[in-house]
T-cell receptor, first 109, second 114 residues
Framework: DAKTTQPPSMDCAEGRAANLPCNHSTISGNEYVYWYRQIHSQGPQYIIH???NNETNEMASLIITEDRKSSTLILPHATLRDTAVYYCIVRAFSQKLVFGQGTRLTINP | KAGVTQTPRYLIKTRGQQVTLSCSPISGHRSVSWYQQTPGQGLQFLFE???????NKGNFPGRFSGRQFSNSRSEMNVSTLELGDSALYLC?????????????FGQGTRLTVV
């Protein structure tokens, strides 16, 4: 079973920041937080991952709380092409990626 | 560099038949994982191969099998196909499947069993 909890759906206006929350209250010390997204009928796309420090790349920022029990994925300037299902996953060494139901993010013009 | 390549992209098979799907990982990647995606069950892990050995296995019946070759390319096979096997089958590759290594997915093979 997935070890994360995400809202089933969210909406965001184009050009605004999209903030996607994820709860992972049972995360272990050796587990990383990964974010993937899946645009309709395509393979999941890796976005970002982190352990305990905040991370930023060209796609997004990942904010992990100090107790590591929750995190937020931030898409700074959402576009229509960011409409997708976003998956938050916790994963440790050699473990498989366990996908939950994710958050269906809709970017509105 | 080239991404993960899955072939074929679409496939239609009849109940009772068997099918083989292929996955070519990103050059240099040694870990290949397979997932099944259906509307009802979402993305479910099938198995993972690393250096030609199965390292992890999901909760699927023995009709689902796989293998990995010395060049890291992988195949999965489903025998005695059932209607419920209709799904999008996804392959993911990573450098070695260890912690702190991201996995990259292919576009998938959409299998329809009639």
């Amino acid at each position: 079973d997935a070890k994360t909890t995400q809202p089933p759906s969210m909406d965001c206006a184009e050009g605004r920041a999209a903030n996607l929350p994820c709860n992972h209250s049972t995360i272990s010390g050796n587990e990383y937080v990964y974010w993937y997204r899946q645009i309709h009928s395509q393979g999941p796309q890796y976005i970002i991952h982190g352990l305990k420090n905040n991370e930023t790349n060209e796609m997004a920022s990942l904010i992990i709380t100090e107790d590591r029990k929750s995190s937020t994925l931030i898409l700074p300037h959402a576009t229509l092409r960011d409409t997708a299902v976003y998956y938050c996953i916790v994963r440790a060494f050699s473990q498989k990626l366990v996908f939950g139901q994710g958050t269906r993010l809709t970017i509105n013009p | 560099k080239a991404g993960v390549t899955q072939t074929p992209r679409y496939l239609i098979k009849t109940r009772g038949q068997q099918v083989t799907l292929s996955c070519s990982p990103i050059s240099g990647h040694r870990s290949v994982s397979w997932y099944q995606q259906t509307p009802g069950q979402g993305l479910q892990f099938l198995f993972e191969y690393f250096s030609e050995t199965q390292r992890n296995k999901g909760n699927f019946p023995g009709r689902f099998s796989g293998r990995q070759f010395s060049n890291s390319r992988s195949e999965m096979n489903v025998s005695t196909l059932e209607l419920g096997d209709s799904a999008l089958y996804l392959c993911a590759s990573s450098l070695d499947g260890r912690l702190n290594t991201e996995a990259f997915f292919g576009q998938g093979t959409r299998l329809t069993v009639v």
